[in-house]
């Protein structure tokens, strides 16, 4: 590029910016006025020049990303149908979220699994199932959601008992991309964003000691990323380059981490429901730039409504315009270079490796999550973002901020839409997802 029309501009080093800065501040302290500290420690400065980039390395997907449609099995031939509706409608990626062993061919029928990603979570860990399943596709592009060390941390149980649960884990573990390490359990419960990078290098650690590092390869990520735009972009690349240096620990070629990205629930909320689709959009948009191989949206509905085919559709489509309309269909390089986002991903990655070593020389994630020190920690975060809500600096329109007096919820509510309290023995504190708006929600309920 000619550089004549640049040439009689001078070069502005940081100093001078931040000196220009300080006489416009007219004696205010520059530290006290511009500089603000995140949840997780971070230090964010008003400007950022090329001296912040890190040139970072990270091990991005090859090819855009896929949109994802998730679809609860009730019925194989009703989930079949919808399955098929949705890529017709421009889907390239379908999740089935499944409770029990059901008819996989006529679930399957008819739709193309060399090129249709397929992600199986299912509620309960059978061998046998995921054999037959495996055998069936025949495809590189078909992912089981197995996470027995998630299933504790989200539920307080095993699905059966420590033994058992690794022994089918071990029959599972034989075929392709088989194993989950499900991350959004920690981020819908209030981790922040290092929190989250270390419990899911940790968590995953956890099956690389036991399987060894061969099973790398079988292990794919599922995240959720909320509404700190910039900082969810530089969490999943941090993620992947934190991954990478733990394979190299392991002696393991590094590999393209597979992750499945979904919005927050955390953030999403009763009243003023529809601010939850800009909500969704900004935050499919950190996911498509953080460099996620798929990206499932969320229904702007889905907390109070079932499933229906106007939520799904409108949440297809936030990700067909930001694909088609929006021109991000190979947006995973785009971040690349930019000094803020990548100065953000060397912090985060830095931190989450500091939680990580510290859980590391306790013991591993499995004996802190069962001393309850994971729990705690978690808590601690969430405690101090209700905390934010509460006072109104964490602001949710419509919510907390600027509501609808007028807005009625009560007769509209077709599930509940609050966190269950189960009368359960659990062997150890589970780990318990809540939005934020939960408790000003019910009370608005109760004065209805």
């Known amino acids: 590029m000619s550089n004549y029309l640049f040439k009689d501009f001078e070069g502005v080093s ?3 910016w931040k000196q220009k800065i300080q006489v416009d501040l007219k004696g205010a302290d520059y530290n006290d006025t511009l500089l603000w500290k995140t949840n997780e420690g971070i230090t964010v400065k008003p400007f950022y020049t090329k001296e912040d980039r890190t040139h970072q390395i990270v091990n991005l997907p090859k090819k855009g990303f896929a949109i994802c449609q998730s679809i ?3 019925n194989e031939k009703e989930a079949n149908a919808l399955a098929i509706d949705a890529l017709e409608r421009g889907a390239s990626a379908i999740e089935f979220l499944i409770k029990e062993k059901i008819d996989f061919k006529t679930l399957l029928n008819t739709i193309n699994l060399q090129e249709t990603y397929i992600y199986f979570k299912l509620e309960f860990l059978d061998a046998s199932f995921v054999s037959e399943v495996s055998n069936y596709t025949n495809s590189s592009k078909v992912f089981f959601n197995n996470d027995i060390i998630g299933k504790l941390a989200s539920t307080g149980n095993w699905y ?4 058992d649960d690794h022994s089918e884990l071990e029959n599972i573990i034989k075929n392709n991309n088989s194993l989950a390490i499900n991350v959004s359990i920690y981020q819908n ?3 922040n964003c290092t929190q989250q990078l270390a419990y899911a290098l940790t968590h995953a650690n956890e099956y690389l000691n036991h399987f060894g590092g061969e099973v790398a ?6 995240f959720s990323v909320g509404s700190n735009y910039f900082f969810e972009i530089a969490k999943l690349r941090a993620f992947r380059i934190l991954w990478n ?4 620990e392991y002696k393991v070629e590094k590999t393209e981490a597979h992750i499945f990205t979904q919005p927050s ?7 003023d429901y529809n601010v939850n689709m800009l909500r969704t959009t900004s935050e499919c948009m950190s996911a498509i730039l953080g460099g996620s191989n798929t990206v499932s949206n969320v229904a702007y509905d889905r907390i109070f409504h079932n499933s229906n085919e106007f939520g799904e559709r409108i949440s297809r489509n936030q990700l067909l315009t930001l694909q088609q309309e929006s021109y991000l269909s190979e947006a995973q390089h785009f971040a690349d270079g930019a000094y803020y986002i990548e100065a953000l991903t060397d912090q985060l990655a830095e931190k989450a490796l500091e939680i990580f070593k510290l859980i590391e020389q306790a013991g ?3 004996k802190q999550l069962k001393e309850g020190v994971i729990q705690r920690k978690i808590k601690e975060s969430a405690t101090k973002e209700q905390e934010q809500f509460d006072n109104g600096e964490l602001v949710l329109l419509g919510t907390n901020k600027i509501q609808n007096e007028k807005d009625r919820m009560k007769n509209d509510l077709e599930v509940n839409p609050f966190v269950k309290v189960r009368n359960q023995k659990t062997l150890i504190e589970p780990i318990i997802q809540k939005r934020l708006a939960e408790k000003l929600e019910q009370e608005r309920l109760d004065h209805e």
Do not use: E, M, W
């Not at 240096?245 to 190299?248: A, E, M, V």
């Open 245 to 248: 240096s733990l394979l190299t």
């Open 189 to 191: 419960a209030g981790a």
């Open 265 to 271: 629930l955390r953030n999403k909320t009763l009243y």
């Open 217 to 222: 390869s079988k292990i794919h990520f599922n």
């Open 364 to 366: 591993g994630f499995l």
């Open 14 to 16: 940081p100093n001078a």
């Open 72 to 74: 609860i099995v009730s």
């Open 160 to 163: 059966q008992n420590l033994k």
